[in-house]
């Protein structure tokens, strides 16, 4: 159970300073001439790299709906060139949604921990300055109160910190059952599109043109997605590009109808005023004209190569965002750990004496102000996180 409400957090603010639980009583204020020099460089309350973390969990994320939402509005394709190309759309689908119903929710979750923890050390910082004002006083009750205090930040701390390494895991756990499937298509694509190559040169050009421009696409939105959080961004949406293709092109089992192709999803936000994202915005746009204008020349096999190709494509994207996730999440768990282990040089410190009230004081300043500071980031990402979705459709069959 999480200890995130304020309700929570008095109550056991106030049982704590009631009882006098957790640790024996100080004469600290009495002794104050024999503290020694602190090393207050060990006391970290507020990790540096915190909003540098949910930033990145939060660029992950959205690299991850949008490959997410290719998958889930693909229709199902049938190629001559590979038949079994239905089964394996709809094992990824089934994947990503997994990923929608189970897990997505969690990267939200981390994310208004830190909203939560911030409002509550902020909270904190009040009672536990008027503590060390008793401190100064000679009260010698003051003492075990503050260390009691720490104990609570602590362990709420600590929980955060444990939900994190859960989430963490969970995508672990979710890459370990993707990848089998995932390798599975990946052998079964390539080698088909291997043997097309050696039969066609003209279609080994075509599939270097499209992976080169899609690696650079992939690049270009996954920088401009992370420069959309860092400016404050605001206005994020998918945009999907998809290609209506007539059925013959694809293959004969189809029939008479056509077939949409997603060919990706594009992140925009709103940057007017801001030339340097607009240009960038620019820049991906300019990129997926040259990537639809590639097909706009194909025919026969050479659709049915770059369908197959395109679909490779987008689910080896949507496999390595997973990664992304993972990697943020570890960064988040560790700035949680470093938040836990300065708590504990604080009370260590403070326990030998070898920290001033007023040292003390100005690092809870400090950590509140960065704490404010990692809230109004942790707010924002929030009213992020949940995009509106579009889909642009261009009809190659004209």
């Known amino acids: 159970?999480?200890?995130t409400t304020k309700t929570?957090?008095?109550?056991?603010?106030?049982?704590?300073?009631?009882?006098?639980?957790?640790?024996?009583?100080?004469?600290?204020a009495a002794e104050t001439a024999i503290v020694a020099e602190a090393n207050t460089n060990d006391i970290i309350l507020a990790p540096v790299n915190m909003q540098k973390a949910i930033k990145s969990i939060a660029t992950s994320k959205l690299i991850m709906d949008a490959y997410k939402t290719s998958i889930s509005t693909?229709?199902?394709v049938r190629l001559d060139i590979l038949p079994?190309?239905?089964?394996?759309?709809?094992?990824a689908r089934d994947h990503a949604s997994d990923y929608v119903n189970n897990l997505s929710s969690l990267l939200i979750e981390r994310n208004l921990d830190v909203s939560a923890f911030a409002t509550d050390f902020i909270n904190y910082y009040d009672v536990l300055m008027d503590t060390l004002d008793r401190v100064d006083a000679g009260d010698d009750q003051a003492s075990q109160d503050f260390l009691s205090l720490l104990n609570i930040i602590q362990r709420e701390i600590q929980q955060y910190r444990d939900d994190t390494n859960d989430t963490m895991y969970s995508f672990q756990t979710y890459k370990?059952?993707?990848?089998?499937d995932h390798f599975n298509f990946q052998y079964a694509a390539t080698t088909t599109l291997n043997n097309l190559e050696l039969e066609d040169e003209k279609i080994e050009i075509i599939i270097d043109q499209l992976n080169d421009l899609g690696a650079e696409i992939k690049e270009e939105n996954s920088?401009?997605?992370?420069?959309?959080?860092?400016?404050?961004?605001?206005?994020?949406?998918?945009?999907?590009?998809?290609?209506?293709?007539?059925?013959?092109?694809?293959?004969?089992?189809?029939?008479p109808v056509g077939v949409s192709i997603a060919i990706g999803t594009i992140i925009y936000g709103a940057v007017t005023g801001n030339i340097a994202l607009d240009e960038k915005q620019e820049r991906i746009r300019e990129?997926?004209?040259?990537?639809?204008?590639?097909?706009?020349?194909?025919q026969g096999t050479e659709i049915q190569a770059a369908v197959l190709n395109d679909i490779q494509m987008q689910l080896n994207n949507f496999y390595d965002a997973n990664d992304g996730i993972i990697t943020s999440t570890r960064d988040l768990y560790e700035e949680w750990d470093s938040a836990y282990e300065g708590?504990?040089?604080?009370?260590?410190?403070?326990?030998?004496?070898?920290?001033?009230?007023?040292e003390i004081r100005n690092l809870l300043l400090d950590a509140k102000e960065s704490w404010k500071n990692s809230r109004a980031q942790a707010d924002y990402i929030n009213s992020q996180l949940n995009l509106q979705t579009s889909v642009e459709t261009l009809d190659l069959n004209t």
């Open 84 to 91: 079994d190309l239905p089964s394996y759309q709809q094992i």
């Open 1 to 3: 159970m999480k200890i």
């Open 8 to 28: 929570f957090t008095s109550t056991a603010l106030a049982f704590t300073l009631a009882t006098g639980a957790f640790l024996p009583n100080y004469s600290f």
């Open 223 to 255: 920088v401009l997605t992370a420069e959309y959080i860092e400016a404050g961004v605001v206005g994020l949406e998918l945009s999907t590009i998809a290609l209506e293709i007539a059925a013959e092109g694809v293959g004969s089992l189809l029939g």
């Open 74 to 76: 693909q229709e199902s």
């Open 287 to 298: 990129l997926n004209e040259e990537y639809e204008n590639i097909w706009l020349g194909l």
């Open 343 to 358: 708590i504990q040089n604080l009370k260590d410190q403070y326990d030998a004496r070898k920290i001033s009230t007023d």
């Open 176 to 180: 370990d059952d993707l990848q089998d």
